[in-house]
């Protein structure tokens, strides 16, 4: 069984306030986002013993380091 923060080891950069991002990189973060929305699914009882914050760090929101944080930023480039 992997370690409840598994999900959260990646690689992506943090994005910068009022820069835009390539799609080639929407994409990419857009497949880490799923990475870690299916892990959450996943194993949803185990991260849950890490209380809320754990539960809404794999959602992106708290801290910088889930697949899904700025996803609306992803999602909106990959819009267009």
């Not at 996943?42 to 809320?52: A, F, K, L, R, T």
């Not at 959602?59 to 944080?69: E, F």
């Amino acid at each position: 069984i992997l370690p409840a923060n598994a999900a959260m080891e990646n690689t992506q950069s943090i994005f910068k306030a009022g820069a835009s991002i390539s799609d080639e990189v929407a994409e990419q973060r857009l497949q880490e986002g799923r990475k870690s929305a299916q892990y959450l699914l996943d194993h949803y009882d185990e991260i849950c013993e890490g209380g809320g914050d754990n539960v809404r760090r794999y959602l992106g929101t708290v801290g910088t380091t889930s697949g899904l944080y700025g996803i609306s930023k992803v999602m909106k480039t990959l819009s267009t």
